[in-house]
């Protein structure tokens, strides 16, 4: 693995990981071969192939791993037909293990695992193989059509050279949650994507009814629940607990509640914005997904009574579609979002560092830490994050977090993949794909430019919420944001923005669900037109 700064690179990951110098075990030449029968995938497969190393067996260790989860290597494979073996050895990248040769003797259980992708041919031209959503949120270790193999207990050591795992198995497809009298599911394809896509993509909806709806003729004001996927109830919605308990009420406020399903090719979400690497996504809820559901559904349809919300993800996407789409929201509730400008995108300033891992102050050379606990400690370096989003997947096919901030803000590379940001081994920062990220889609960046046009069709509009020690950093760019704005004028707007201190992610205020619901009620009532009755409330 090529490394930045070299020996100071190792060194610096070494003392921020806590990790101590150990003889490693595994023989140069251990690897593992994993194949699959006909019997689970009749033809060739391409996509990626896992090995995940576990010392425990209380779970698979497919669902051991994660940002901070139980090691694992992964190597593509084009055209892998059945009965063939894909090999993963040390030339491989491993994480939080970089390689196989790195781990400790021992006994372990491992497990083998195929992520079959598909061949989207795009309306661009451009023909790129990745993960097609089954509906499960881009998670490949659960995705309906992928293979594993069953656990087997090993020992590896310095005599470990071949182990032999074969995916017998296959992941059935999603059982969506039955609809009840109170929550309703919907999922529709979209031809905008589908046609941009080349394959069919679908959208969805869950939508929390109000009391008494299937006995009344009530018009009602909605809230669009922004966010990571999901086939949950609304608002955690149960009958009993305590939004449960408030939606009964005589006195309690009558809306529609829905989540907003638009799983990408690259990720659990798409960020609800037109990008060149994705597609029109901000198009499609917009013009095709939404409309469904205020025809299917008895919603008032006018801006003053449509809302939205969300946190991290979804606090981004709430905030871009009220100032993108300013005409068609009447407020925004952002609870911790995602880097509104880019000078802290989870401790990365892409305009002034020159790379995504370390940083220069004066004579030293220090990591940049992509995530911290509340009391300031380090969880993962970016480095650390960012190599184990390459293990998920190469070009950019990681379904995490880096890999969909680069895929939706930045410009289209020759291979019809994004252009990435920073190089993922590496992190040295290509400053052209920085000022396209500028360019399309900073937020404060667009405000800035457009605020005489933008800025009268917020006034009254935005909230904004953060913890003062959000674990990604994001209320350093929520900060700027909010800094700015109170030096607007014409019009002077300065939004509302609440901090809780020493408060981590995501933060979403002192307030309780039922009293924020109530809060935007009053809200949409104080912005209907005059003479309008508020049939959807009685006080």
């Known amino acids: 693995m090529r490394r930045w700064v070299g020996a100071v690179s190792v060194a610096a990951v070494a003392a921020v990981a806590g990790v101590t110098a ?45 940002r901070t989860g139980t090691p694992f290597f992964g190597r593509d494979v084009e055209k892998l037909a059945p009965g063939q073996s894909a090999i993963i050895d040390v030339t491989d990248l491993g994480t939080p293990v970089a390689s196989l040769r790195d781990l400790p003797p021992g006994d372990y259980f491992v497990q083998g695992f195929v992520n ?24 490949w270790n659960i995705s309906p059509g992928n293979l594993y193999s069953e656990v087997q207990r090993v020992r590896i050591d310095v005599s470990t050279e071949s182990i032999k795992l074969s995916a017998t198995n296959k992941i059935p497809a999603v059982q969506v949650p039955a609809d009840t009298a109170w929550v309703k599911r919907f999922k529709i394809q979209s031809p905008l994507l589908t046609k941009f896509w080349g ?53 309690f406020p009558r809306m529609l509640v829905v989540t907003l399903q638009h799983p990408a090719p690259y990720f659990d979400d798409s960020y609800g914005v037109n990008s060149v690497n994705l597609g029109p996504y901000g198009d499609a809820l917009i013009q095709e997904l939404i409309p469904e559901v205020e025809k299917r559904f008895r919603a008032i349809g006018q801006p003053w009574a449509r809302i ?24 925004v509730w952002s609870y911790c979002p ?54 998920n997947g190469t070009k950019g096919r990681s379904g995490e977090q880096l890999d969909i901030w680069s895929a939706v803000f930045g410009p289209l590379g020759k291979d019809g993949y994004f252009e990435p ?24 960046e667009y405000l800035k430019r457009n605020w005489t046009t933008v800025g009268p069709k917020l006034v009254g509009k935005v909230h ?42 995501c933060w979403q205020g002192p307030e309780t669900t039922a009293e924020r619901l109530k809060q935007m009620a009053a809200h949409i009532a104080r912005q209907k037109p005059d003479g309008m009755t508020t049939p959807w409330w009685r006080y």
């Open 22 to 66: 150990q003889a490693p075990a595994a023989s140069r030449g251990v690897r593992v071969e994993v194949s699959f029968p006909a019997s689970v995938h009749a033809g060739p497969v391409t996509g990626r192939v896992y090995v995940m190393v576990s010392r425990t067996n209380d779970r698979e260790p497919r669902l051991q791993i994660g």
């Open 116 to 139: 079959v992708y598909s061949e989207f041919k795009r309306a661009d031209g451009h023909v790129v193989w990745m993960h097609d959503d089954q509906w499960e949120g881009q998670r």
């Open 199 to 251: 394959r069919p993509i679908y959208l969805g909806a869950t939508v929390l009814l109000p009391r008494d709806y299937a006995t009344s003729t009530v018009q009602y004001p909605v809230l669009y629940r922004q966010g990571h996927f999901g086939l949950g109830a609304p608002l955690g919605f149960q009958e009993g607990n305590e939004i449960g308990t408030a939606w009964m009420r005589d006195d």
């Open 308 to 331: 939205t919300d969300g946190g991290s993800t979804g606090g981004w996407i709430s905030l871009a579609h009220q100032i993108l789409y300013p005409d068609f929201y009447g407020g």
């Open 338 to 391: 995602d880097s509104v400008t880019f000078t802290d995108v989870e401790g990365i300033n892409i305009y002034k560092d020159d790379n995504a891992f370390y940083r220069k102050i004066d004579w030293r050379t220090v990591p940049i830490i992509n995530t911290r606990e509340i009391n300031g400690h380090v969880r993962l370096t970016s480095e650390q994050r960012n190599h184990m989003e390459l293990v």
């Open 421 to 444: 940001l920073f190089d993922k081994r590496t992190g040295v920062i290509n400053k052209a794909v920085a000022e396209y990220w500028r360019e399309h889609y900073d937020l404060l």
């Open 464 to 505: 904004v919420y953060t913890g003062t020690m959000d674990n990604f950093f994001l209320n350093n760019s929520t900060r700027e944001l909010d800094e700015w704005m109170k030096t607007t004028q014409n019009p002077h707007y300065g939004g509302f923005f609440l901090y809780g201190d020493g408060k981590g992610h």
